[in-house]
Nanobody
Framework: QVQLVESGGGLVQAGGSLRLSCVAF????????MDWYRQAPGKQREFLGE???????TYANSVKGRFTISRDNAKNTVYLQMNNLRPEDTAVYYC?????????WGQGTQVTVSS
């Protein structure tokens, strides 16, 4: 019914950038709050930020100023632009949404940052 598919992860050196994408199927992103999370090995899942139906964005302090969330309504896609990446940013990154009182998660995309 609702499927979220992340892509864009990979290996990057510290200081580099990556742009993650989340394509939504079965829901319209402009009508939902879309979130980004990450989970590093041995760590709890961490909230990174979200974009509301009005386009307002909110970010966790850990990534504020480095990460930017945007969307392309025509492509039904949410983006996470990550700049000045650090080794501690290494994690699996997930997009998330709430639709009809149910939570949906993507499969995740791996981001690895080397020194």
């Amino acid at each position: 019914q609702v499927q979220l598919v992340e892509s864009g992860g990979g290996l990057v050196q510290a200081g580099g950038s990556l742009r993650l994408s989340c394509v939504a199927f079965g829901t319209i992103i402009s009508s939902n709050v879309m979130d980004w999370y990450r989970q590093a090995p041995g760590k709890q899942r961490e909230f990174l930020g979200e974009i509301s139906s009005s386009g307002t964005t909110t970010y966790a302090n850990s990534v504020k100023g480095r990460f930017t969330i945007s969307r392309d309504n025509a492509k039904n896609t949410v983006y996470l632009q990550m700049n000045n990446l650090r080794p501690e940013d290494t994690a699996v990154y997930y997009c998330h949404t709430l639709r009809a009182f149910r939570y949906y998660w993507g499969q995740g995309t791996q981001v690895t940052v080397s020194s």
